[in-house]
Protein backbone atom coordinates (compact mmCIF):
# COMPACT_ATOMS: atom_id res chain seq x y z
CA UNK A 1 0.00 0.00 0.00
CA UNK A 2 1.62 3.47 -1.01
CA UNK A 3 0.54 5.62 1.70
CA UNK A 4 0.61 9.61 0.17
CA UNK A 5 -1.06 13.00 1.42
CA UNK A 6 -0.23 16.51 2.07
CA UNK A 7 1.55 18.50 4.88
CA UNK A 8 2.37 22.22 5.49
CA UNK A 9 5.45 23.14 6.17
CA UNK A 10 6.44 26.39 7.66
CA UNK A 11 9.79 28.05 7.32
CA UNK A 12 10.84 31.47 8.67
CA UNK A 13 10.57 34.41 6.51
CA UNK A 14 11.66 37.27 8.83
CA UNK A 15 11.77 38.48 12.30
CA UNK A 16 10.99 41.82 13.67
CA UNK A 17 9.37 43.92 16.81
CA UNK A 18 5.51 44.63 16.47
CA UNK A 19 2.57 45.61 18.64
CA UNK A 20 0.83 42.51 19.79
CA UNK A 21 -2.72 43.13 20.59
CA UNK A 22 -2.50 39.95 22.32
CA UNK A 23 0.35 41.18 24.63
CA UNK A 24 -1.00 44.57 24.77
CA UNK A 25 3.19 45.01 24.42
CA UNK A 26 6.01 45.64 21.92
CA UNK A 27 7.12 41.93 21.40
CA UNK A 28 9.03 40.00 19.00
CA UNK A 29 7.86 37.97 16.66
CA UNK A 30 8.34 35.89 13.42
CA UNK A 31 7.06 36.30 9.95
CA UNK A 32 6.38 32.74 8.68
CA UNK A 33 5.62 31.37 4.99
CA UNK A 34 3.34 27.93 5.29
CA UNK A 35 4.09 25.66 1.87
CA UNK A 36 1.91 22.68 1.49
CA UNK A 37 3.75 19.48 0.32
CA UNK A 38 2.86 16.41 -1.47
CA UNK A 39 4.01 13.53 0.83
CA UNK A 40 4.89 10.06 0.22
CA UNK A 41 5.30 7.71 2.86
CA UNK A 42 4.87 10.86 5.56
CA UNK A 43 8.32 12.77 3.64
CA UNK A 44 7.41 15.65 2.10
CA UNK A 45 8.72 15.70 -1.43
CA UNK A 46 6.81 18.15 -4.10
CA UNK A 47 5.55 21.43 -2.54
CA UNK A 48 2.01 22.24 -3.68
CA UNK A 49 1.98 26.12 -2.98
CA UNK A 50 2.38 28.44 -0.34
CA UNK A 51 -0.61 28.88 1.89
CA UNK A 52 0.35 32.34 3.06
CA UNK A 53 2.54 34.46 5.56
CA UNK A 54 1.23 34.46 8.88
CA UNK A 55 3.25 36.54 12.12
CA UNK A 56 3.67 34.65 14.94
CA UNK A 57 4.72 36.23 18.45
CA UNK A 58 7.43 35.04 20.28
CA UNK A 59 6.39 35.73 23.60
CA UNK A 60 1.97 34.70 23.16
CA UNK A 61 2.39 32.45 20.21
CA UNK A 62 -0.74 34.11 18.97
CA UNK A 63 -1.12 34.31 15.27
CA UNK A 64 -1.58 37.04 12.99
CA UNK A 65 -2.28 38.67 9.53
CA UNK A 66 0.67 39.99 8.39
CA UNK A 67 -1.51 43.58 8.11
CA UNK A 68 -0.87 43.36 11.92
CA UNK A 69 2.50 44.35 11.14
CA UNK A 70 0.99 48.16 10.24
CA UNK A 71 -0.87 48.17 13.42
CA UNK A 72 0.09 51.17 15.77
CA UNK A 73 -1.73 51.95 18.71
CA UNK A 74 -0.76 55.03 19.52
CA UNK A 75 -1.94 55.98 15.93
CA UNK A 76 -5.60 54.09 16.59
CA UNK A 77 -5.68 56.31 19.92
CA UNK A 78 -4.84 59.84 18.22
CA UNK A 79 -8.19 58.71 15.83
CA UNK A 80 -9.95 57.39 18.48
CA UNK A 81 -9.77 60.81 20.11
CA UNK A 82 -10.10 62.35 17.06
CA UNK A 83 -13.48 61.01 15.86
CA UNK A 84 -15.01 61.13 19.68
CA UNK A 85 -14.27 64.98 19.50
CA UNK A 86 -15.76 65.47 15.73
CA UNK A 87 -18.94 63.13 17.38
CA UNK A 88 -19.52 65.82 20.07
CA UNK A 89 -18.44 68.52 17.61
CA UNK A 90 -21.78 66.85 15.71
CA UNK A 91 -23.80 66.69 18.38
CA UNK A 92 -23.37 70.31 19.14
CA UNK A 93 -24.48 71.55 15.67
CA UNK A 94 -27.11 69.83 15.25
CA UNK A 95 -28.41 70.11 18.75
CA UNK A 96 -27.87 73.08 18.76
CA UNK A 97 -25.68 73.46 22.12
CA UNK A 98 -22.69 75.77 20.67
CA UNK A 99 -22.93 78.44 23.04
CA UNK A 100 -20.00 79.80 25.22
CA UNK A 101 -20.80 77.26 28.62
CA UNK A 102 -21.17 74.00 25.59
CA UNK A 103 -17.74 74.88 24.17
CA UNK A 104 -16.85 75.09 27.97
CA UNK A 105 -18.84 71.96 28.80
CA UNK A 106 -17.35 70.13 25.91
CA UNK A 107 -14.14 70.83 26.54
CA UNK A 108 -14.36 69.65 29.85
CA UNK A 109 -16.12 66.26 28.96
CA UNK A 110 -13.09 65.50 26.30
CA UNK A 111 -10.65 66.33 28.96
CA UNK A 112 -12.25 64.19 31.31
CA UNK A 113 -12.84 61.09 28.49
CA UNK A 114 -9.64 61.25 27.16
CA UNK A 115 -7.21 62.44 29.70
CA UNK A 116 -5.99 65.45 27.28
CA UNK A 117 -6.64 69.21 26.89
CA UNK A 118 -8.27 70.56 23.83
CA UNK A 119 -7.84 74.69 23.10
CA UNK A 120 -10.90 76.79 22.76
CA UNK A 121 -9.92 77.78 19.56
CA UNK A 122 -10.36 74.06 18.19
CA UNK A 123 -13.03 73.46 19.51
CA UNK A 124 -14.51 76.91 17.84
CA UNK A 125 -12.92 76.01 14.33
CA UNK A 126 -14.34 72.55 14.47
CA UNK A 127 -17.71 74.20 15.30
CA UNK A 128 -17.48 76.36 12.64
CA UNK A 129 -16.72 73.89 9.80
CA UNK A 130 -19.71 71.35 11.01
CA UNK A 131 -22.18 74.12 10.57
CA UNK A 132 -21.24 75.11 7.28
CA UNK A 133 -23.89 74.25 5.07
CA UNK A 134 -22.84 71.12 2.78
CA UNK A 135 -22.06 70.00 6.50
CA UNK A 136 -24.77 67.12 7.56
CA UNK A 137 -23.82 66.41 11.25
CA UNK A 138 -26.75 63.62 11.55
CA UNK A 139 -24.95 61.52 8.83
CA UNK A 140 -21.49 62.13 10.23
CA UNK A 141 -22.91 61.02 13.78
CA UNK A 142 -24.90 57.63 12.27
CA UNK A 143 -21.61 56.63 10.08
CA UNK A 144 -18.72 57.27 12.74
CA UNK A 145 -20.84 56.71 15.96
CA UNK A 146 -21.30 52.94 14.46
CA UNK A 147 -17.80 52.38 14.47
CA UNK A 148 -17.82 52.76 18.29
CA UNK A 149 -18.11 49.81 20.76
CA UNK A 150 -21.61 50.04 23.40
CA UNK A 151 -19.35 51.34 26.23
CA UNK A 152 -17.81 54.23 24.23
CA UNK A 153 -21.25 55.33 22.87
CA UNK A 154 -22.35 55.40 26.66
CA UNK A 155 -19.42 57.72 27.34
CA UNK A 156 -20.51 59.67 24.50
CA UNK A 157 -23.71 60.17 25.72
CA UNK A 158 -22.50 61.12 29.35
CA UNK A 159 -20.64 63.84 27.90
CA UNK A 160 -23.59 64.72 25.58
CA UNK A 161 -25.37 65.37 28.55
CA UNK A 162 -22.81 67.36 30.27
CA UNK A 163 -23.18 69.55 27.47
CA UNK A 164 -26.40 70.19 27.45
CA UNK A 165 -26.60 70.62 30.81
CA UNK A 166 -24.06 73.58 30.51
CA UNK A 167 -27.36 75.70 30.38
CA UNK A 168 -29.98 75.78 32.43
CA UNK A 169 -32.63 73.20 30.88
CA UNK A 170 -35.40 71.14 32.29
CA UNK A 171 -34.75 67.05 32.65
CA UNK A 172 -37.79 66.14 30.11
CA UNK A 173 -35.51 68.29 27.57
CA UNK A 174 -32.27 66.50 28.70
CA UNK A 175 -33.82 63.77 27.81
CA UNK A 176 -35.37 63.92 25.29
CA UNK A 177 -31.79 65.06 23.38
CA UNK A 178 -30.23 62.17 25.40
CA UNK A 179 -33.00 59.41 23.55
CA UNK A 180 -32.20 60.97 19.97
CA UNK A 181 -28.78 61.09 20.05
CA UNK A 182 -28.51 57.30 21.45
CA UNK A 183 -30.98 56.48 18.31
CA UNK A 184 -28.71 58.48 16.03
CA UNK A 185 -25.59 56.25 17.35
CA UNK A 186 -27.84 53.17 17.22
CA UNK A 187 -28.53 52.17 20.33
CA UNK A 188 -31.80 50.20 21.39
CA UNK A 189 -34.72 52.61 21.56
CA UNK A 190 -36.72 49.60 23.81
CA UNK A 191 -33.62 50.08 26.30
CA UNK A 192 -33.62 53.68 26.26
CA UNK A 193 -34.80 53.82 30.21
CA UNK A 194 -31.85 51.32 31.41
CA UNK A 195 -29.77 53.24 29.06
CA UNK A 196 -30.19 57.04 30.18
CA UNK A 197 -29.57 55.62 33.95
CA UNK A 198 -26.24 54.49 33.11
CA UNK A 199 -24.99 57.33 31.48
CA UNK A 200 -26.84 59.79 34.35
CA UNK A 201 -24.60 58.28 36.45
CA UNK A 202 -21.40 57.73 33.81
CA UNK A 203 -22.02 61.66 33.25
CA UNK A 204 -22.36 62.30 37.10
CA UNK A 205 -18.55 60.76 37.53
CA UNK A 206 -17.45 62.96 34.75
CA UNK A 207 -18.32 66.27 36.26
ZN1 LIG B 1 1.96 38.29 21.89
Redo the contacts with the bound molecule.
Sequence with gaps: MIIWGTTNLKSTVGTGIFN????Q?E?P?TLKKATQFFTLYFIPLIPLGSQGQFVE??????TFTEEILNYDPEEEERATQAAVFRILVAFMVKFHKTGEHHVAACQRAYSRLLDTEVPTEIVERELELAMKPDSIPENYIASEGNTFATEAKLQILASARNIILAEDVDNEHVQNLVGEFAMMLNLPEDDFEQIYEVVTEIANAQM
Excluded: D
Excluded at 20 to 23: E, S, T, V, Y
Excluded at 57 to 62: F, I, M, T
Design positions: CPQCSAYCNQCKG
